[in-house]
């Protein structure tokens, strides 16, 4: 059957993809889960809550501190065809009333509220009758002082748990720092709380590529580096993910194998493993990853080329989730490079098919070849606009150093 959320994108927001993380905070609401989502400016937050709100039906709370805020994207989503409703200072009193009936008659699906009009003893009384399925905070950085725009009116929101308790509460916001982020989960939430960094940025995730030499050795010396912490190795052959996983436990490591060629038992077996000890390295093919979600991986090492680099940034994507500092490293070789041309044209494919495939493997050629800041180049290709980061290869090889290092690179590069 057809995934819920997609047909609601596709049918009501006209959109084929989730952008980044969207998915993610989505199905986690939709287990009934709390999540606070930490997402970048126009990486799509609204529809976090949004899409749920119509696969949940009933009625989504949305506290957004600004009045403007709230009547943009209460007209986009009437345009939309969604029964959405505000009430707030700024429309006269037949408006609101007209707007309650809706509310009150089940009508609609978002409504949209300041928090002070929200935290009132009336309101709070009126809502627990009707059948809320969710709650969304927008901005919600505005709760915490540590914050850039601390509110007042937000302090009272952390009630909402305990009025409310069987509803999910997702808090959204774009302000990542650590202090706020705590804050946030403190006050809203106490201690049930899923908290997920997404956007395209992950800021916490050093960038690296280091040219192949002694796979194994390479391997072996970046795990030593992270010394008890969690991490995923992608290879691109099965066969490989054992040798490595091999070499690995023979140098006193706890690492496991993951591949499609192993026994259901097996996978299941190793996988149990990885998500629920620590430091355990999970050696295995892209066959990894679909549906982990391991807040504390410390590194995604790509012993190999990925697919593409929409396949590289969602592998490593999957370190870092908790959002301390993480490590993306790929070893890349010219035999790489001749090895996936073979497979894109071995592949029983339409020419034009191929030839895509050449151009998306030319993309990313051209992320490991790159002397400029890679996540400039990596979120460029998302569209968004980036400074050079300080935190990937290229950007800290750059920086202190007089010696032609950085002019050696791109000349070579070219
Ligand atoms: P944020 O609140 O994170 O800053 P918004 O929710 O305002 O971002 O979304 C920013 C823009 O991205 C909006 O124009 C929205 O329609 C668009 N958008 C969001 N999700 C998608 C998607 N999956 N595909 C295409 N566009 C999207
Ligand atoms: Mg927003
Ligand atoms: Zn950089």
Known sequence: AEDPKRRVLKDVFGFDDFRPGQADVMDALLAGRHVLAVMPTGAGKSLCYQVPALVLGGLTIVVSPLVALMQDQVAALRLAGVAADTINSSLDREANVAAWRRVAAGQTRLLYLAPERLMTERMLDALARLDVSLIAVDEAHCIS??????????????????????????????????????????????????????????????????????????????????????????????????????????????????HAGMS???????????????????VATIAFGMGIDKPDVAYVFHTDLPGSLEAYYQEIGRAGRDGRSAEA??????????????????????????????????????????????????????????QPCGNCDTCLDQAPRADGGAEARIILAA
Request: aromatic letters at 8%; glycine letters at 8%; one cysteine or more.
């Open 329 to 386: 490293h790929m070893l890349f070789g010219l035999g790489d490079i001749r090895m996936r041309r073979l497979f894109i044209d071995d592949e029983d494919a339409p020419v034009e098919h191929k030839r895509r495939s050449h151009g998306r493997l030319d993309t990313l050629i051209g992320y490991c070849e790159t002397a400029q800041c890679r996540r400039q180049v990596l979120l460029g290709y998302f569209g968004e606009e980036a």
């Open 264 to 282: 259901k038992d097996a996978r299941e077996a190793n996988q149990n493993a990885f998500m629920t000890l620590s430091g355990v390295v999970m």
């Open 145 to 258: 002082q540590w914050g850039p725009a601390f509110r007042r009116e937000y302090e009272d929101l952390s009630r909402l748990r305990g009025i409310f308790p069987n509803v999910p509460i997702i808090a959204l916001t774009a302000t990542a720092d650590e202090g706020t982020r705590t804050d946030i989960e403190a006050r809203l939430f106490a201690e049930r709380v899923e908290t997920l960094v997404l956007g395209f940025d992950r800021p916490n995730i050093k960038l690296g590529i280091a040219a192949k030499q002694d796979s194994k050795r390479q391997l072996l010396s970046f795990v030593e580096r992270h010394p008890g912490r969690s991490g995923i190795v992608y290879c691109l052959s099965r066969k490989k993910t054992e040798e490595m996983a091999a070499f690995l436990e023979k140098n006193g490591i706890t690492a496991l194998a993951y």
